[in-house]
């Protein structure tokens, strides 16, 4: 397996492109199920995730072909014929995204047998919301041999759901079951993260008619059928969080182009309250420390437009070295914090109390091998290995190449000293 290493200390600067953001492009790719017409889609990132998606959609009947950019890909999917209605295990276990099959799938074929889902070691993460939300549109649901059957023979009704937790994944997939429902479909306490707003403008130009886009009430009127369009995906507010948070970690200064602030709002908040400069332009962020130690500040992860799960790691690693003590809540996953050994590798002093970690800045970090354990986590120790004394070296960086682009590159173009060395074959 690929390795990362870091020699830290160096202060980044520089500019940083951010890319298509992961979460938009996932559920983006399986809407492209619901219609007989091809969906293309642009700034897409390159990462293993959109890969791994790419073969379930080809293996379900879809036509997916890539025209490589310079800095992002456009990708077509067309999935006139839908082949087959099962999406395995082999696939679905490796990326929770692809689970999302399962509502364009028993819309358009009124059937549907979909592996449950694997992703990120993070907690239970159940699916209990989606099969509520089915069942309630119409579909018959059964469990068998850890696969999830739905069938709507005479295709899924508009139904009332009000979700009890505020769940993205449950949100884009009754969103999009309900783009070809009889009738009006209405999902209260839906999540309202910025990729289900992006998904909801892209089924709107693919002929679904949602109301409430960005809000926790979506109103779908089911139509008869969608056609093919275009669409952009939105820049990665969690990537761009994550430099945000690089920056400041090594009293750098970047520029994150692309991204507008107003999506990760709260992080910026919360950096500006531990004392980073955060300045947000027109289709660019700009963050910058002047050296100075930054000030131990407390954080709770909620659902947007909170403070982001997806960057509770990222914060963590920031406040190892921040002045006192900072408690950092993780009330998304309830197992969302095995960065938290790796990061004492670095010399960091964080104790662990249920849903919350208590860290106590220590003035210095010191290189170390450490082990990814989980998409975000590994951009933690990448954030640590930045800052820290000496070398650091990252294992598992598959977890990585997940959900970050060339993130070496990017860095590196910043004046970071790090590199990859390939497992030698
Ligand atoms: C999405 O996961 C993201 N994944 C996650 O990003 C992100 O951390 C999460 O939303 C929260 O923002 C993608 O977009 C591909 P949820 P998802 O359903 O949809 C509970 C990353 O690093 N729940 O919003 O799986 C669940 O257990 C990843 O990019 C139920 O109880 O998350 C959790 O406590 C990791 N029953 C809470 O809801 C259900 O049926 C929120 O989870 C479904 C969820």
Same mark, same amino acid.
């Given at each position: 397996m690929d390795t990362i290493h870091i020699r830290g200390g160096r202060r980044l600067k520089g500019t940083i492109p951010v890319s298509g953001a992961k979460n938009a492009a996932l559920p983006l790719m399986t809407a *492209?199920?619901?219609?007989?017409e091809p969906l293309t889609l642009a700034n897409m990132p390159r990462l293993a995730d959109v890969r791994t998606l790419s073969k379930l959609l080809a293996a379900l009947g879809g036509e997916v072909s890539i025209d490589r950019g310079e800095d992002a890909d456009v990708m077509t999917v067309h999935a006139?014929?839908?082949?087959?209605t099962t999406a395995p295990y082999e696939i679905v276990s490796q990326i929770r *995204?692809?689970?999302?099959v399962l509502g364009p799938l028993v819309a358009r074929c009124r059937e549907a047998k979909v592996s449950l889902p694997g992703g990120c *070691?993070? /907690? *239970? =993460? $159940?699916v209990d919301l989606y099969i509520k939300g089915l069942q309630k549109m119409g579909a018959e649901i059964d469990l068998v041999e850890g696969y999830v059957h739905a069938a709507a023979p005479d295709g899924l009704k508009g139904a009332v759901i009000r979700s009890p937790v505020v769940s993205v994944g449950a949100t884009h997939t009754l969103m999009m079951a309900a783009t070809l429902a009889d009738g009006v479909t209405v999902l209260e306490n839906a999540a309202r993260e910025p990729e289900i707003g992006d998904v909801a403008n892209c089924l709107v130009a693919m002929g679904a008619k949602i109301e409430g886009? /960005?809000?926790s009430t979506l109103r779908i009127e089911g139509v008869e059928r969608l056609h093919g369009a275009t669409h952009r995906v939105i820049a990665d507010r969690i990537e761009a969080g994550t430099y945000a948070i690089a920056a400041a970690m090594t009293g750098g200064e970047i520029v994150l182009e692309g991204v507008e602030g107003e999506t990760f709002g709260a992080a910026i908040s919360v950096l500006r309250a531990a004392g980073a400069e955060v300045e947000s332009e027109q289709g660019a962020v700009r963050v910058a420390r002047n050296g100075e130690r930054l000030q131990a500040t407390d954080v709770v992860t909620q659902v947007? $437009? /909170?403070?982001?799960t997806d960057l509770q790691a990222q914060f963590m690693a920031l406040m190892t070295t921040a002045d006192g003590e900072s408690e950092i809540t993780e009330?998304?996953?309830?197992? =969302?914090?095995?960065?938290v050994q790796e990061l004492a590798r670095f010399g960091a002093d964080i104790s662990l109390h249920g849903d919350k970690a208590l860290v106590r800045g220590v003035e210095k970090l010191k290189g170390a091998p450490v082990m990814a354990s989980d998409l975000r986590a590994s951009a933690a120790l990448i954030i640590a290995g930045l800052a820290a004394e000496g070398e650091t070296i990252v294992n598992r960086v598959y977890h990585l190449d997940r959900g970050f682009e060339r993130i070496e590159a990017k860095l590196g173009a910043c004046g970071a000293d790090i590199w990859r060395e390939k497992e030698k074959h």
């Amino acid at each position: 397996m690929d390795t990362i290493h870091i020699r830290g200390g160096r202060r980044l600067k520089g500019t940083i492109p951010v890319s298509g953001a992961k979460n938009a492009a996932l559920p983006l790719m399986t809407a *492209a199920l619901l219609t007989d017409e091809p969906l293309t889609l642009a700034n897409m990132p390159r990462l293993a995730d959109v890969r791994t998606l790419s073969k379930l959609l080809a293996a379900l009947g879809g036509e997916v072909s890539i025209d490589r950019g310079e800095d992002a890909d456009v990708m077509t999917v067309h999935a006139k014929d839908i082949r087959s209605t099962t999406a395995p295990y082999e696939i679905v276990s490796q990326i929770r *995204a692809s689970f999302w099959v399962l509502g364009p799938l028993v819309a358009r074929c009124r059937e549907a047998k979909v592996s449950l889902p694997g992703g990120c *070691a993070i /907690g *239970a =993460r $159940p699916v209990d919301l989606y099969i509520k939300g089915l069942q309630k549109m119409g579909a018959e649901i059964d469990l068998v041999e850890g696969y999830v059957h739905a069938a709507a023979p005479d295709g899924l009704k508009g139904a009332v759901i009000r979700s009890p937790v505020v769940s993205v994944g449950a949100t884009h997939t009754l969103m999009m079951a309900a783009t070809l429902a009889d009738g009006v479909t209405v999902l209260e306490n839906a999540a309202r993260e910025p990729e289900i707003g992006d998904v909801a403008n892209c089924l709107v130009a693919m002929g679904a008619k949602i109301e409430g886009i /960005g809000t926790s009430t979506l109103r779908i009127e089911g139509v008869e059928r969608l056609h093919g369009a275009t669409h952009r995906v939105i820049a990665d507010r969690i990537e761009a969080g994550t430099y945000a948070i690089a920056a400041a970690m090594t009293g750098g200064e970047i520029v994150l182009e692309g991204v507008e602030g107003e999506t990760f709002g709260a992080a910026i908040s919360v950096l500006r309250a531990a004392g980073a400069e955060v300045e947000s332009e027109q289709g660019a962020v700009r963050v910058a420390r002047n050296g100075e130690r930054l000030q131990a500040t407390d954080v709770v992860t909620q659902v947007f $437009p /909170g403070f982001p799960t997806d960057l509770q790691a990222q914060f963590m690693a920031l406040m190892t070295t921040a002045d006192g003590e900072s408690e950092i809540t993780e009330t998304i996953f309830e197992n =969302r914090f095995m960065h938290v050994q790796e990061l004492a590798r670095f010399g960091a002093d964080i104790s662990l109390h249920g849903d919350k970690a208590l860290v106590r800045g220590v003035e210095k970090l010191k290189g170390a091998p450490v082990m990814a354990s989980d998409l975000r986590a590994s951009a933690a120790l990448i954030i640590a290995g930045l800052a820290a004394e000496g070398e650091t070296i990252v294992n598992r960086v598959y977890h990585l190449d997940r959900g970050f682009e060339r993130i070496e590159a990017k860095l590196g173009a910043c004046g970071a000293d790090i590199w990859r060395e390939k497992e030698k074959h």
